[in-house]
């Protein structure tokens, strides 16, 4: 019984220390890259904002579909689900504060972020990694092409671009969502919902916003393209590290959400004096 107890802690320890040392090497190829891309960038700079260009496009404009209907759906379910404990808890006036809790501060990082590791990192993954094997990768370092500043920056900085954007466009139409639902619950002017959803934001809540969406666009790119980098020679690796990219980035990211809220609210509670 204790030795088996001894080999399952062994086994969870190898595994927080291998996921520790993927993270620390994701975060090594993050530096690596705008090392490079800061060396190189009187090469190719049009080129590489066209990659920019492109992925923006990818990431952000054709997921705009989903992310709306993603956005009005849980704008309107944040109002109904509220409205039962709406009285108990300051009244409409709470609305906004509602939607600032939810929306803002939890569901539009989380959710842009899981849409585009479904749609943007899989493709990522998936195409550094046909390169690989279709040695285009070797090509352009045998003709002096730094891969790092030429494939992994542009796809860097296009998906972080991407997932601010979304996500302040998540938020947008969300709010729009749950005024929707005031409309016929609380016959609310839409001035009003908006005074009330103005009022309940705090300088905090940029910082939070644009913390967890700025790294968490970087996690997603800087874990697919590391997993795409990593195939060797056969295109049976490709479908694998995808999937493993994939799992990571979500793994990544929800740790990443629930440390950065967990101390956005610890630090609340010790300016209150409750710690």
Known sequence: MIASITGQMDRWGSKLTGTI??????ILMGYLCIRAAYNDR????????SVVSAQVYFTGWQALPIISTLAIGSGAAVILQSSSQ????????????????IVVRELAPLL????VVARSGTAVASEIGSMRVQREVDALENMGINP???????????????????????IMIAIFGGYVITIFQHQMDFYYYLTLVIDAVSPEDF?????KNIFSGAIIFLVCCRQGMS???SSHEVPQV???????????IVGFHICVTALFYLNRLIKLGVI
């Open 207 to 211: 910082f939070l916003f644009f913390t």
């Open 86 to 101: 709406i009285n108990l808890l300051g009244g409409v006036e709470s609305i906004g504060a509602f939607m600032m809790v």
């Open 242 to 252: 995808t999937t493993k990219a994939v799992f990571m980035s979500i793994k990544y």
């Open 148 to 170: 790092l500043s030429y494939i992994v920056f542009p796809r860097l900085m296009g998906g972080v671009i991407s997932v601010l954007c979304l996500a302040f466009y998540y």
């Open 231 to 233: 195939v060797v020679c």
């Open 112 to 115: 842009t972020a899981l849409i």
């Open 21 to 26: 040392q993927n993270f620390l090497e994701t």
């Open 42 to 49: 009187s090469q190719g700079i049009r080129t590489i904002f």
